[in-house]
């Protein structure tokens, strides 16, 4: 079995150097080298064609570069994100013993339940632990859990939180790190917040920054955390 596992994984790291992100052909999430867990939870939840920005951005973020990308509300930045962080972690061989694998941070903690909804839908075939880091319950109580997690979803005050006071948990793994409405968090004043968090990540990692308008306090913060991203911006046409 694990031979069998370790020819799948070649074969699809191969077909992900061949992939030409800007191939005009790709238009279903079938079209994507994309692992079977990954690819029979988005079957699952009747997820078929890509919308603009997931074409866009998942072949990009799938062959490891960073992105920075803008497309309104409503446009699909969910999958855009959540399918390359499930596809590292897997190429990686991520288990429940390699610690926090992926961080996703979103402005709110109703956004933050959303993210993770979809998560638990399109991760239902994967092994990865996840959980949500947004308050609510005391700091004790979560931080027992987090230490096990391989994927959290976090608002920055609570997460930041635990990576000043948590005793023991350890973030020097991590692999990919999303931002998700950016210009929401930057107006939301959490600026500082996330700015000491990414202090607190190792520099080797990839970065998916996302947001339904760019601005000015947008590239700021991408200019922190981003290592020479791919620019995705996407305007449906009306
Ligand atoms: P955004 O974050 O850009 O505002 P979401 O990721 O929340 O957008 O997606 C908006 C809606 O579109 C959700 O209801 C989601 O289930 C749906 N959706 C996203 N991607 C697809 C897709 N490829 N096919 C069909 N529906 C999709
Ligand atoms: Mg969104």
Avoid at 66 to 71: E, H, K, M, Q, S
Avoid at 81 to 97: A, D, G, N, Q, S
Avoid at 107 to 132: C, D, W, Y
Avoid at 143 to 153: D, K, P, S, T
Wanted: with cysteine; aromatic share 6%.
């Amino acid at each position: 079995k694990r031979k069998r596992e370790q020819e799948d994984l070649s074969k699809l790291k191969e077909a992900i150097a061949n992939l030409d992100p800007k191939d005009p052909k790709i238009a279903n999430f079938t079209d994507l080298p994309l692992c079977q867990a990954t690819a029979s939870g988005l079957r699952a939840s009747h997820f078929e064609v890509l919308t603009d920005v997931q074409r866009t951005a998942i072949p990009l973020a799938i062959k490891g570069n960073d992105i920075l990308g803008a497309a309104k509300t409503g446009s699909g930045k969910t999958l855009a994100f959540l399918v390359p962080v499930l596809e590292k972690l897997y190429r990686e061989r991520w288990t429940e013993y390699d610690g926090l694998g992926a961080l996703i941070i979103s402005p709110t903690r109703e956004l933050a339940m959303q993210i993770f909804e979809v998560l638990r839908k399109i991760g239902r075939n994967h092994v990865f632990s996840a959980g949500l880091v947004i308050g609510g319950k005391s700091l004790k109580e979560e931080a027992e859990r987090i230490g096990r997690m391989n994927i959290l979803v976090c608002t920055p005050g609570r997460m930041l939180q635990h990576l000043d006071q948590t005793a023991g948990f350890d973030v020097d793994n991590l692999q990919i790190l999303v931002l998700d409405e950016a210009d929401r968090i930057m107006d939301m004043g959490f600026q500082s917040a996330v700015d000491a968090l990414v202090e607190h990540l190792p520099k080797t990692r990839q970065t998916l920054l996302f947001s339904a308008t760019q601005s000015k306090r947008v590239s700021d913060l991408a200019r922190l955390s981003l290592k020479d991203p791919e620019f995705v911006s996407v305007h449906e046409k009306e």
